[in-house]
């Protein structure tokens, strides 16, 4: 995949983020995952430019780069699949779903499927840890937005759509946009898509229906008795 | 005596774009806040010691002790980081509240600033939830263009600036000392202790870390009172917290109720174990919490409930497994995750989480002794308290208690000469695929 330049535009948004802190360097992972959104992976060119600005070394900031899991030394696909494996999706179903994907896209771990004739985007395939939706398992991320309740068949359907440049929603969530338009919004620059998808997904509202139907409620404020006053007068050392 | 359900921090999650500011406001949102203000900084901290709230990201250090050792005489300034990094396996609590909810954090971090008297907070957000993200840096906007964040905040004269930082893919990063390397630009590994972060954290400056749900249950503490939240709860496990229910359970999801229901209640409301099956083992709190089995079921679920019985209650990240699981795999899997998050610093954690994956595969596959399961046992010995941080000691937890509870399950698999079970009938579609 090719590498577009950093132009000034991106250097610029680069300085833009070491600025949000009140020390530089805390801005190397945004900037990292903006280097990421430019150039498809991380670049020597961006590890440079990272460098640079922060006046620190390069191998300072490949340091960094190589220890978190979301930065890519090769490139990933335009939707990049995560297949959670951690124990409580694996047995659910996800070991299954991440077999059927490698299968299917004839990849392993990690790796970009072919680009056949036809397809306009592109899919890569990873194992990836807990993503934090275990009551919707098994879990399958696309570009870092949830696919909840998968099964092999529904994960192939959606990597088929989008290998074939349909839309595809997250099921919590808006319009998959690339990989490279997720990663800019990691680096701190909204895209417009936060309205979309819903408030909360079904499994998320389990007891808040449940306290619905049977009446259950937070304790009633008023009907608590004001003790803070007299806790006050007894000091605060602790 | 409180509901058994009691709605406060999912209690608009059913609501129309419940994460818009017009949202929130519209049902009493950012209230809270002419509260704290009306009251000094120490009254709010004195307010949420004595809620007797303890900290939701799984340790339960009282919260308000942790706002009061930051030194104020220090005339660095100070820092409020949030802990929005949710990675244990079956935590998955905050990342829905973020969603879904993301302004009583953010009313929660303008509170407990001005409580820590911080000018500057952070919201670290793991990296791999784009649209949690993009919730959060919006009621942050939205917050500001309100009025609710800048300079002289409600004309308090207080002023206060966040700052959304998305991670990049690292479970160390939810270690607080490691969360703070992260934060600085640098790989996350954890820092000695003492200094504590109250005295030098972020930039070596006093620094209070609180998790997502602590922090967004300050709120309703300084707007109800601290009796209020301690009406709900047990003796020494206060308040309301939300219960993860994943796995082989009729109905999953997130449960928002006192500490000490017990899982016996929660599984009534969520329908019981999946159809024509039986619970066999489960997680308190996440795959850091010692394993418990079907005679727990009564354990009340606050802190002190689950550690009598020799577990934690973690992030109340209750992780269900029927009869169909084979606990060697489960437990293979876990440490193969530690193995891979362990941040390489310290040589127990960093050796012993590989030699541990070496173990339980060939027993796994049916291979070795029952030597090997004292040989287990003895290097979780050498990782557990021995480790820089807690990853290591939370590497040993599905280890050493899945040998205490089903040591026969290990030797099943050496007469056996492999796994005994079936993984296809663990799956979420076990029994549904036969069709004509």
């Not at chain 1, 929603?169 to 990663?183: D, F, I, Y």
């Amino acid at each position: 995949m090719s590498a577009a330049p950093l132009d000034d535009k991106t250097l610029g948004e680069l300085r833009e983020i070491a600025a949000r802190y009140p020390e530089a360097r805390s801005g190397l992972l945004p900037m990292l995952h903006l280097v990421q959104s430019v150039q498809g992976r991380i670049t020597p060119e961006g590890v440079e430019a990272c460098a640079a600005i922060l006046d620190i070394s390069p191998a300072e900031v490949n340091g960094v780069a190589t220890f978190y899991t979301m930065y890519k030394k090769h490139g990933v696909g335009d939707y990049h699949v995560g297949v959670c494996t951690n124990t409580l999706c694996a047995v659910m179903g996800g070991d299954e779903i991440f077999s059927r994907l490698k299968q299917h896209l004839d990849i392993g771990n990690d790796e970009v499927a072919a680009q056949r004739q036809g397809d306009s985007r592109t899919v890569s395939l990873e194992h990836i840890e807990c993503n934090a939706a275990c009551d919707y398992a098994p879990v399958v991320m696309v570009n870092w937005e949830f696919m909840d309740n998968q099964t092999p068949e529904s994960a192939v359907q959606v990597v088929e759509a989008l290998r074939a440049g349909h839309d595809v929603s997250s099921t919590r969530g808006p319009k998959l946009c690339t990989w490279r338009e997720a990663e800019r919004v990691l680096a701190g620059f909204p895209d417009g898509r936060v309205d979309e998808g819903p408030t909360a997904g079904e499994a998320s509202l389990a007891g808040l229906r449940i306290a619905r139907e049977r009446g259950w409620t937070a304790p009633d404020p008023a009907a608590t008795p004001a003790v803070e006053a007299a806790q006050k007068a007894e000091g605060t050392d602790g | 005596m409180a509901d058994t359900l009691t709605p406060v921090l999912t209690d608009t999650w059913d609501a129309e774009q419940g994460w818009k500011l017009a949202t929130y406001a519209a049902r009493g949102g950012y209230a809270a806040l002419d509260t704290a203000f009306a009251m000094s900084p120490d009254d709010v901290i004195t307010a949420v010691k004595d809620s007797g709230l303890r900290g939701r990201g799984g340790a339960g250090f009282p919260t308000g002790m942790k706002w009061s050792f930051i030194p104020q005489d220090n005339p660095k300034p100070k820092y409020l980081v949030v802990n929005a990094d949710e990675s244990e396996p079956g935590t998955c609590k905050d990342i829905p509240l973020m969603m879904g909810n993301p302004h009583v954090l953010v009313e929660g971090v303008i509170i407990s600033s001005y409580a820590i008297r911080a000018n500057k907070a952070f919201i670290y957000i793991r990296g791999e939830v784009v649209q949690v993200i993009r919730r959060v840096q919006a009621a942050v906007a939205e917050a500001y263009a309100a009025g609710h964040l800048g300079k002289d905040i409600h004309g308090s004269g207080y002023d206060l600036d966040v700052v959304v930082h998305a991670g990049a893919g690292a479970y160390i990063c939810g270690e607080e000392t490691a969360l703070l390397e992260g934060l600085e630009g640098r790989r996350g590994q954890p820092r000695l202790r003492p200094p504590f972060p109250a005295v030098a954290g972020l930039y070596a400056s006093p620094t209070v870390i609180n998790n997502v749900e602590s922090i967004a249950s300050v709120p309703a503490i300084v707007q109800n009172g601290a009796a209020w939240f301690a009406s709900m709860g047990t003796e020494k496990s206060k308040g309301h917290g939300i219960f993860s229910l994943s796995g082989h359970v009729q109905k999953p999801g997130q449960y928002e109720a006192p500490l000490g229901i017990t899982l016996r209640e929660l599984l009534d409301l969520a329908g019981g174990i999946r159809e024509g099956h039986q619970l066999k083992f489960w997680t308190p709190g996440g795959s850091s919490t010692p394993l418990l089995t079907a005679e727990h079921l009564d354990v009340p679920l606050d802190f002190e409930g689950v550690g009598g019985v020799g577990s934690m209650l973690g992030t109340r990240a209750l992780q269900l497994f029927d009869e169909t699981v084979c606990v060697v795999r489960a437990v293979l899997r876990w440490t193969e995750f530690y193995k891979h998050e362990s941040c390489g610093k310290c040589t127990p954690c960093r050796e012993g989480t590989w030699w541990l994956v070496q173990a339980l595969t060939r027993l796994e596959n049916g291979e070795g002794t029952e030597a090997d399961l004292d040989q287990l046992l003895d290097q979780c010995d050498n990782i557990l308290g021995r480790s820089f941080c807690a990853l290591g000691d939370g590497a040993t937890s599905p280890v050493s208690s899945s040998i205490q509870h089903f040591r026969d399950e290990y030797l099943a698999h050496l007469e056996h000469g492999g796994c005994p079970f079936d993984p296809a009938k663990s799956t979420a579609w076990a029994g549904q695929e036969v069709t004509a």
